[in-house]
């Protein structure tokens, strides 16, 4: 399978990088990220994405990943949803955009306000118009407490396995070293600018209004996949969802919770891989 890495220059001239898998003639798949997570979380998806016949680009999102930190904090949803705009304007095609949480909201907001023909169809994970305080609280909670890192991959293994308890896997030291990396004081910290929690951060989760404007104007076709055991997404914020996109399609995954992808990552690519089916571009 043809794999390579690709490099973008996003909003301030920061540099984005991404992993592109699959022929780039084929149909686009371009997967954004959760806050706190890297185009690694999108690994076993990309490569079935690339496997069915499709070009999966992963990409690192501003201030994670490879992606360069901003120096002045700038982590707005704005501020993604501008680099997406200049990563898909620099795809081969239009792409079908795959957003997990932060991901998805950044999905909302690009298509609020921007070029929409450059979008195919839009696939949110476990992400809505209404996000329910207390789940979007503790995600918070938890990056913040851990932000200043670990002694010891140990430290790290345990930390993760505390926080996704319905994961039964064993972490290996290569696994754990593509969600933190070790510093010049010998501790291990997430692949994420601490400043991407800070007053310059993504406020406009909480901006349920906003995101229920953005969500009405989406006319692609349009897939919500939620964690059933989510607490950041409701049933009822399914059905407020609905309600505003009466198009769209719902699956819902039972065994994982907010990071779908990571806790039952072969329902959610299959479920990602049908909608695709249902609704890929025909190329002449």
Request: aromatic share 8%; with cysteine; charged share 25%.
């Amino acid at each position: 399978m043809r794999e390579e890495t690709l490099e973008f220059t996003g909003s301030r001239d920061l540099r984005l990088v991404a992993t592109a898998r699959g022929d780039e003639t084929a149909p686009n798949v371009l997967l954004l990220h959760g806050g706190g997570q890297t185009r690694q979380s999108w690994g076993g998806t990309a490569e079935r994405l690339a496997e069915s016949g499709r070009y999966a680009v992963t990409l690192d999102m501003r201030g994670h990943g490879e992606s360069d930190w901003c120096p002045d904090g700038r982590y707005r949803v704005a501020d993604f949803r501008d680099d997406l705009a200049l990563v898909l304007a620099n795809l081969p095609r239009p792409a079908m955009v795959v957003g997990a949480s932060l991901g998805g909201i950044t999905s909302l907001l690009y298509a609020e306000s921007c070029d929409m023909s450059r979008v195919q169809g839009v696939v949110l994970v476990d992400i809505a118009a209404r996000v329910e305080s207390e789940g979007a609280r503790r995600i918070g909670t938890w990056m913040v407490s851990t932000s200043d890192g670990f002694d010891s991959l140990e430290e790290v293994a345990a930390a993760i396995q505390a926080y996704t308890p319905q994961r039964k896997r064993a972490w290996t030291q290569e696994s754990l070293l593509r969600v933190v990396r070790e510093h010049p004081d010998g501790r291990y910290r997430w692949h994420w600018d601490p400043k991407f929690m800070s007053e310059g951060g993504p406020r406009e989760v909480a901006d349920h209004e906003r995101l229920h404007r953005a969500a009405a104007t989406l006319a692609v076709p349009t897939l919500l996949v939620r964690g059933r055991e989510s607490d950041v997404i409701s049933v009822d914020g399914v059905r407020e969802f609905q309600e505003v996109v009466p198009h769209a399609e719902f699956v819902d995954v039972s065994g994982a919770g907010h990071m779908v992808a990571g806790d039952r990552n072969d329902a959610f690519t299959s479920a990602v891989l049908g909608f695709l089916d249902r609704h890929d571009p025909v190329y002449g």
